[in-house]
């Protein structure tokens, strides 16, 4: 059975699929640009932790919440590249959706 939140969630993404078919976003090099012109330090924050992980300095860890490995560095602050959490692609959306944060809280991971 799916929770209300999982319903909230998949309705929430279907119109963010559905506004991006509509603006034409659909090329990912235009969304990227409108990403990057939003958030100013953002890709710099990602291209060094993207750096230091080749250069072998950081090791990716797993996501903090599930334990799946294939996780992705979020960044609280992107003025501090460095301080990150590690989330998987499904709780990274879930966060940005507003949906993961109390469980964060409870395992009073550090954000």
Do not use: F
């Not at 976003?25 to 012109?37: F, G, M, N, Q, S």
């Not at 996501?63 to 602050?77: F, I, R, T, V």
């Not at 590249?81 to 550090?110: A, F, M, Q, R, T």
């Amino acid at each position: 059975m799916i929770s209300q939140q999982e319903k909230r969630y998949r309705e929430s993404d279907r119109k963010y699929q559905a506004k991006k078919r509509v603006l034409g976003l659909v090329d990912k090099t235009e969304e990227y640009r409108i990403w990057r012109e939003k958030h100013p330090g953002g890709s710099y924050a990602q291209h060094r932790i993207n750096y230091l992980i080749k250069k072998g300095e950081i090791k990716r860890g797993r996501c903090c919440l599930c334990g799946e490995s294939k996780a992705y560095a979020h960044h609280e602050n992107y003025n501090e590249p460095l301080d990150i959490l590690w989330l998987c692609p499904s709780h990274h959306k879930k966060y940005h959706l507003g949906l993961v944060d109390i469980i964060i809280k409870k395992k009073g991971i550090k954000l």
